[in-house]
Every structure is written in structure tokens, then in C-alpha cells.
């Protein structure tokens, strides 16, 4: 992932001649296309927040947090969007006199006709988002990358009942759609031969087989699993590659946990390491001044879990991953307990573990739209510090 510094235009603005005038909406989409909106928890609140979908953008913000300085500092830079991974408008606001930062901010953004946009729980769900990201600056080799608790449902196992001869063209197509994605693999499927029976009725123009009489046919029964995203896709391929009239499918929810969806990351570094080098690296590449930590369980530590921002809740997964050290922030007192001397629990700050998620965003967007203006904040929003 290419590193933007903040302050830095991420792409020159040659907005007018390239990318043919972008709106709020295509902003939206390429978000999405990565971290779709239904992946957001049920608490939270993520899309496009204040705005137009159909407003044109001259420039884009990146933030992790969005803050009236924030809000002013894009005006400065004449982006008209920004992007944060926290909403700014989170439980609900009831009135809007500018009594508190949340509220100045909204109202100056409405009245400098600036978007703002979240990509919040959606961005933490996804295998290459904010947890991948942490992963890899904590040092975890990218292909070791795996969901600490995969998300459950979202996935269905389709049936059909192909022609022998089509069998083949059927996978394929299906396939080349999306169909049979399993973790680090595609093409899944699974086939049986066996025959299949139909007659056909009154107005029916069947592929093989005469009207009105009972027809045998050699058919293989494929079984492939199509993720909630791609199921359009799949079923269009299907349809348009099956020879049939009317093609038998059954379609069935899964109860399998999502390979590539998901809460908190677990990874391996290449080599072990010193428990306290392992810290010290962390407090480095995250740049913490001062970390929590519970009693090392060993000397060294390779395989680390982590989950940026609040993620005590993954405690108790990152110990069944087998974690030696789980690398995440707002740890309450009693929940350090969990520890039971099997993990190294490390609390880096809410901040420190998700300030690089700016920079994910700010990549993903010059990736989609190399020559538009995207802008990371200069302004430090942690509202915590050490003494
Ligand atoms: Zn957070």
C-alpha cells in the first residue's frame, strides 16, 4: 500500500479535464465497492452522512475523525468532501444551536456545501481494512493474514442440475462470475453424476426430450458456494450458460463463518521476536508514547492478533487463534483479567491503533481515481495525551 504523508496531495487536481467532473456519489461507490455499507455493525452509523450524492467534488479530505478543525481545514484546502472512518454524527443529535464540536461542525459544513462521509465498522469487516493495515505495520507477513472472527452468514451453497455435456461451460461460467470463492481459493465446486427426470408441459420448448412424455436425461448435480455480493452475477452466468428452459437450482443460506469478512486480523511475523522488541516496534510504527501491557506469558511472540480501535471484545478469539500477543486499544480494567497468563495483551490507544486508516483510504481512492485531488488532514485529532 503506497504511504501518502499528511498535508500531501495524494494525485494532482487537474479536476475539469480528468475524471470528467466526480461526484459525491462515485466517491461513495468506490468506497463501497470495497467496504460495502451492510457490513457496518448494527450500532453504527456509516455512508454518506450530510450532502448530495449528486454534488461535484473538487477535492476530498481524509480524516480519521471529523472535527470542526477538520471541517475548517478542508475548507482551506477547498476539498468540498470529506471522508472519515469515524461518523461524526453517531447516537442521533436533536438539535443543532453549535453548543458542542460535533454540531459546529455539521453546521459549517452545511453551510460551505461540504459532504461528509463515513466508512466506519464496514472498513473494520473487511480483510484488506483497517485490521490489515495494522497487521501489516506490526510487521505480520501479508499472506499470513487471516480474520480473528469471521463474520457468519452472507454465503449460499447453490445446487444445479446440468446436462452432462454443459457441465463443464456451467462451472465455468458461474466461476468466472464469482461462484465457488473459498478463502484463498476460486473455482470451488463439487460434481456427481447421476440422471435426472422432467416432462414437458403444454407450451414448453424443451432442450432435449418430446412434449407431454417423460424424459431421462444424464445430468451432474454441481454445488458451488456464491457470497451475497456476486449472486446477481452468478445467476445472470448460470441462466445465460445452462441449456435448459427451466434450470433447477436450490439455493441455501450458510451458517459458515466468511473468510474474507470479518472483526480483528491474525497474522505471523516472519521470525520470532523479543516480546519487548515486539512493544517497542508497536510503540514505534503506531507512535505511542506510552502503552498498556499485561505480564508477558513468554519470551518471544510471533503469531499476533489485533483489531484497531475498541477490541476487548476479540480477547477471548485472539487466545482460540492461538495469538501470542493481541495488539488493540480501550482494554477496561477487568477485561486486562482475560489475560490468565496465555496472551500478551497490549493497549496501544484508540488513535494510535486506527490513525493510518486515513492513509488505507487515501490510497484506495488514488488507486480508483489517480489523477483527482485527495488530501490527508494534517490535524492530530486524539483528544488524549500523556504527561
Ligand atoms: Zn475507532
Not at 3 to 26: H, I, Q, Y
Not at 371 to 385: C, E, K, Y
Amino acid at each position: 500500500m503506497p504511504s501518502v504523508a499528511p498535508g500531501n496531495w495524494v494525485g494532482k487536481c487537474t479536476f475539469g479535464v480528468m475524471e470528467n467532473a466526480l461526484k459525491v456519489r462515485d466517491i461513495a461507490a468506490c468506497l463501497e465497492a470495497w467496504a460495502p455499507r451492510h457490513l457496518a455493525e448494527s450500532y453504527d452509523n456509516v455512508g454518506l452522512l450530510v450532502g448530495e450524492p449528486s454534488q461535484v467534488v473538487k477535492g476530498v479530505m481524509v480524516s480519521l475523525d471529523c472535527t470542526e478543525e477538520v471541517v475548517r481545514e478542508a475548507i482551506a484546502s477547498e476539498c468540498n468532501m470529506i471522508v472519515s472512518h469515524h461518523p461524526l454524527i453517531f447516537k442521533g443529535i436533536k438539535r443543532l444551536n453549535g453548543s458542542t464540536d460535533a454540531e459546529r461542525a455539521i453546521m459549517l459544513a452545511i453551510q460551505q456545501g461540504m459532504a461528509l462521509y463515513a466508512i466506519h465498522t464496514n472498513l473494520d469487516n473487511v480483510l484488506t481494512g483497517v485490521n490489515h493495515q495494522l497487521a501489516h505495520v506490526l510487521g505480520c507477513a501479508p499472506h499470513t493474514h487471516e480474520i480473528l472472527r469471521p463474520m457468519a452468514g452472507g454465503l449460499e451453497k447453490w445446487t444445479v442440475f446440468v446436462p452432462t455435456d454443459h457441465a463443464e461451460s456451467v462451472r465455468h461460467a458461474m466461476a468466472d462470475a464469482g461462484a465457488g470463492h473459498i478463502g484463498k481459493y476460486d473455482h470451488c465446486s463439487f460434481a456427481a453424476s447421476g440422471t435426472g427426470s422432467f416432462r414437458a408441459l403444454e407450451g414448453a420448448t424443451p432442450f432435449v426430450g418430446a412434449l407431454g412424455e417423460i424424459h431421462r436425461e444424464s445430468e451432474i448435480r454441481l454445488e458451488m458456494v456464491v457470497r451475497s455480493e456476486v449472486t446477481g452475477a452468478v445467476y445472470t452466468a448460470l441462466q445465460d450458460a445452462h441449456p435448459y428452459e427451466e434450470v433447477a437450482l436450490d439455493r441455501v443460506s450458510l451458517e459458515n463463518g466468511r473468510k474474507d469478512l470479518g472483526a480483528g486480523m491474525v497474522g505471523e511475523l516472519p521470525a520470532p521476536m523479543a516480546w519487548q522488541d515486539f512493544v517497542d516496534r508497536a510503540k514505534q510504527v503506531l507512535g505511542c508514547t506510552h502503552v498498556k501491557i499485561t505480564a508477558p506469558t513468554q519470551p518471544n511472540v510471533q503469531r499476533v492478533a489485533c483489531c484497531g480501535g475498541s477490541g476487548a471484545f476479540l480477547i477471548e478469539d485472539a487466545k482460540r487463534a492461538g495469538a501470542d500477543v493481541y495488539v488493540t486499544s480501550d482494554i477496561k480494567y477487568h477485561e486486562y483479567f482475560q489475560a490468565e497468563g496465555q496472551i500478551l495483551l497490549l493497549d496501544v490507544g484508540h488513535y494510535e491503533s486506527e490513525w493510518q486508516t486515513s492513509g488505507l483510504i487515501a490510497s484506495k481512492l488514488k488507486e480508483k481515481f489517480p489523477n483527482f485531488a485527495v488530501r490527508l488532514s494534517t490535524t492530530r485529532t486524539n483528544p488524549v495525551s500523556f504527561r
